[in-house]
């Protein structure tokens, strides 16, 4: 588990998220792993939104979410580093299962995510780990590679 700068896992440093995604993604063809294409919209403490286009490779289903994002540090991420390691590429994982079902779903569950926002640089701070809620149409397990652009600050947000 990433270690944050006071030598504790990050989770034992509760604290508002850096970020929240809301975001959707669907397969393109019939075979049980098939590319994918998505997008969504990234909304940092700072107030700064990001749009981002994915692609990969998942389990057949679409799903749509809303996940809350922590940078794997202890402390909050300053607003430069976190505009850097959520703009421009990233890599993910992610995985929705659906556990109540919904109509003309296959239902609504969690959905997490770990986030490689610097892709090829290590350390805690170019990670993140996501959590939240979404719907599908299927489970979901996917790779994903995106690319975001920050929105100019008129089209920003009250940060928290």
């Known amino acids: ?36 294409i998505g997008g969504g919209l990234t ?7 990001f749009v981002t286009l ?13 996940r809350a994002g922590w940078i794997d540090q202890s402390k ?6 976190l505009n ?10 992610s ?15 969690p959905q997490v995510a770990e986030t490689w926002g610097n892709p090829g640089r290590t350390g805690g701070s170019n990670f993140a780990t996501e959590l939240g809620a979404g719907v599908g149409g299927g489970h979901d397990l996917s790779g994903i590679i995106s690319y975001s652009w920050l929105l100019p600050p008129q089209f ?4 928290w």
């Open 1 to 36: 588990m990433p270690s944050g700068g006071g030598g504790l896992p990050f989770h034992f440093h509760p604290r508002l998220p850096d970020y929240i995604t809301i975001d959707a993604s669907f397969t393109l063809a019939g075979f049980p792993i098939a590319p994918l």
């Open 43 to 49: 909304f940092t403490r700072q107030g700064r939104i």
């Open 54 to 66: 994915e692609t990969g490779a998942g389990i057949m289903g679409a799903t749509a979410g809303a």
């Open 76 to 81: 909050p991420a300053r607003a430069a580093n």
């Open 84 to 93: 850097s390691f959520i703009g421009k590429w990233s890599e993910a994982a």
């Open 95 to 109: 995985a929705f299962v659906p556990v109540y079902p919904a109509p003309l779903l296959a239902g609504v569950g």
């Open 156 to 159: 920003g947000l009250p940060g």
